[in-house]
């Protein structure tokens, strides 16, 4: 399914500028954000709705985690889509990829990532109010977490 948001300056920015960090797209960054973040359905329709998709990603998810190492050599650095545990196509252009699978498998789960030399990265958010108990020491773990990641500045003179 495809969405469009209507989104802030401020906040596509500050979007933009993760998803760089994360090299990932800015989409791949706020659904798996959203994923994350969106609390359970509440009544039990939706949940049973929702747990067909959940197994889905569960399984295509799974799946591409055993197939990473072989797939690491070969589509490093590019994108490969997962479909009923099997690589169904692959390519270095995200979009033209991403068009190609909607149109072959409209309405279906897929697993559309780019491969890293680990298949799974790992993302943290900050609590999302200011004010609770863990912010102070979560934000200055990921300030030195920062500092550490920068590249080192050069000065030209």
């Not at 495809?2 to 989104?7: D, P, W």
Request: hydrophobic fraction near 40%; aromatic fraction near 10%.
């Amino acid at each position: 399914m495809t969405v469009t948001l209507q989104l802030d300056d401020a906040i596509w920015r500050r979007a933009s500028h993760f998803a760089q960090q994360q090299d990932q797209a800015v989409a791949d960054v706020l659904v798996e954000w959203l994923a994350e973040t969106l609390p359970a359905p509440a009544n039990g329709e939706a949940a049973s709705v929702n747990a067909g998709a959940d197994d889905a990603v569960t399984r295509e998810m799974q799946a591409y985690i055993t197939l990473h190492p072989q797939i690491k050599t070969q589509y490093g650095g590019s994108y490969v889509v997962i479909l009923d545990g099997k690589l169904v196509d692959h390519g270095a252009d995200y979009a033209a990829l991403f068009d190609r699978i909607d149109a072959r498998y409209p309405d279906t789960f897929v697993w559309l990532t780019r491969v890293e030399d680990e298949p799974i990265k790992t993302m943290a958010f900050p609590p999302s109010n200011r004010h609770h108990q863990n912010y102070g020491a979560w934000h200055r773990q990921w300030q030195e977490n920062e500092t550490e990641r920068r590249e080192p500045a050069i000065g030209i003179g």
